[in-house]
């Protein structure tokens, strides 16, 4: 079969990586393989090294801005952005179908939301074409989830959900279409996996970005309450990432402030950015995930399971995918740090816990999480329509 596979960016993000797995997989399965990129990038040198065709639909014209950006913590949609980006869409559509019209694709496959508006614009030519949208996130507004349930999605044949969460916020009239495939990634444990630690104090790890949705004013909290109600002192917790913006450094400076005031400088570290984060991750106990907005299927969790992490997870998104309540880990309601301090309490209480749910995890990542068992997935979807 002739596959076109469209996506926006060509650099290198979650989305992406799922993108140049895809494409490789239709590939060994014999497809006909032809990528349309909105930008050049690490993506693009990646398929072509694979022997992957990819064509720039954009070239020589910007890549379009973000819709919205975050403020004290809340999310701002930037209405001025969302039009020019409406007007670029369109032009983008003309030359997507150009290429359609060359290239004759048997499926269409869609990663991530302004691919599927570029398909919306040209829909009239795909009628002897099956189409696949790729989701990877979700619609904050009910509006906007409105929308593309009853106009955007009216023609795609199949839609594949990342997660139970995000499956979940489409309408009832919606969800046959949808089939829920988790993403996959390469084993990055083999080196760093430590799961018969004895000592008695507790490493936790925090592997975000600096910014007030990724919860560390949580983690705080629960630090706090561990060593004046629960006299607890034998572990620390390591934050690793950096801001992003002037409101992710205030936002940092709010934690630094907390830390100071609470003196919690024995049992805190920002490390910052780091490139051995991984040996960082290995070497830790724990591994802590405290968003407080609904991520759909956190990356950095399934990496915790590939490196035999034992996991405290808020029940954000699609965080109960991966973490199972009571088997390689806990998970605890968002934003509520004494829950927290609780589960952390009992981990610190007993290594043989910590060792049973990390070997736990590295057992699930196994099952469930390769990059094998995702590629596989992904295949038998497109033999499927």
Known sequence: MKILLINEYGSWGGAEKIFYNSAKAFKEDGHDILCLLGSGGILEEKL??????????????????????????????????????????????????????????????????????????????MKNTKVIWHEHGYQRSKIRQFLLDNKLLK????????????????????????????????????????????????????????????????????????????????FKVKFLGSPRSKDDSRYLSSLIRYVKINDLYNYVEFLGFRDDAVEIIGKSDMLISSSQEHDPFPTILLEGCCLGKAIISSNAGGSSDIVKHNKNGFVFSMKNGEELAKYMKTLIKNRDLINKYGKESRKIYLQNFTIDNFNNNIVDIISSI
């Not at 403020?71 to 001025?80: A, C, D, S």
Request: net charge positive.
């Open 48 to 125: 072509q090294n694979n022997e992957i065709r990819v064509k720039l639909y954009r070239e020589g014209r910007k890549e379009l801005k973000e819709n919205s950006f975050m403020f004290m913590g809340k999310r701002i949609i930037n209405v001025i952005s969302v039009f020019q980006n409406y007007i670029k869409l369109k032009e983008d559509s003309n030359n997507v179908k150009i290429e359609v019209d060359k290239f004759k694709p048997d499926i269409i496959y869609l990663n991530n939301l302004r691919p599927l508006i570029i398909f919306y614009n040209i829909k009239e030519i």
């Open 155 to 234: 023609y795609i044949d199949k839609i594949i959900c990342v997660s139970n969460h995000v499956c979940s916020c489409h309408s009832e009239r919606i969800k046959y279409k949808t089939i829920i495939l988790n993403n996959g990634i390469e084993d990055i444990g083999v080196k760093s996996i430590s799961l018969n630690k004895s000592n008695d104090f507790v490493e936790f790890v925090q592997p975000a970005f600096i910014t007030r949705w990724k919860g560390q004013n949580t983690v705080l909290e629960a630090v706090n309450i561990l060593i004046n109600k629960y006299k607890l002192t034998n």
